[in-house]
């Protein structure tokens, strides 16, 4: 005999689990650890579950998790009262012009940089350019209007293509 419990996990599974994997990697690229990664992730399933009853399938799962996974990654840097975020915010105009960026650049170079933006700026660069949201999905996931988020992108990028020229003339 199925219980209707067992057909709600199978959709759970079915509808959510695919996603583990790239929520894994922006929660580790936004966290710093992997550490955290996993627990974020963890909680962000064990709300996806408890509201599960509340999702209406054919909609966008991915966005709707991703949506959950920022938030509780806010709630995180709140509760540890991370002080480095709040030290990076507001630094835009600490860089100056520099050459093009190499082409020789590893992705551990691409990921450290990336890591050194403000929060508002990696996350939607992340969203934007590693997991390929559009502006109207980055806008709803992040409770932001569709312009702030383009604003947003284009100054995350100009930030991260002034650390990336400064990252390969440090290097030769």
């Known amino acids: 005999m199925t219980s209707s419990r067992d057909v709600k996990v199978e959709d759970f599974e079915s509808a959510a689990l695919p996603y583990i994997n790239e929520l894994y990697r922006t929660a580790a690229r936004l966290s710093g650890s992997r550490t955290d990664a996993q ?4 909680n962000v399933y064990l709300q996806a579950w408890r509201s599960f009853h ?4 054919g909609t966008n799962c991915r966005a709707w ?12 840097r709140r509760r540890l009262n991370n002080s480095r975020l709040t030290a990076d915010n507001g630094t835009l105009n600490d860089t ?5 960026v190499s082409e020789v650049l ?3 170079d691409v990921l450290a940089a990336l ?3 403000a929060e ?8 934007a350019d590693v997991e390929d949201f559009a502006y109207k999905q980055i806008a709803e996931i992040l409770g932001i209007p569709v312009g702030t988020v383009m604003s947003r992108l284009s100054r995350g990028r100009k930030q991260l293509r002034m650390k990336l020229k400064g990252m390969h003339r440090d290097a030769v």
């Open 39 to 42: 627990d974020l992730v963890q």
């Open 54 to 57: 509340r999702f209406e399938p």
């Open 65 to 76: 998790l991703f949506k959950m996974l920022l938030n509780e990654i806010r709630h995180h």
């Open 96 to 100: 100056a012009f520099e050459e093009p």
């Open 106 to 108: 590893t992705d551990e």
């Open 115 to 117: 890591g050194t933006l």
């Open 120 to 127: 508002e700026f990696r996350e939607v660069v992340l969203l």
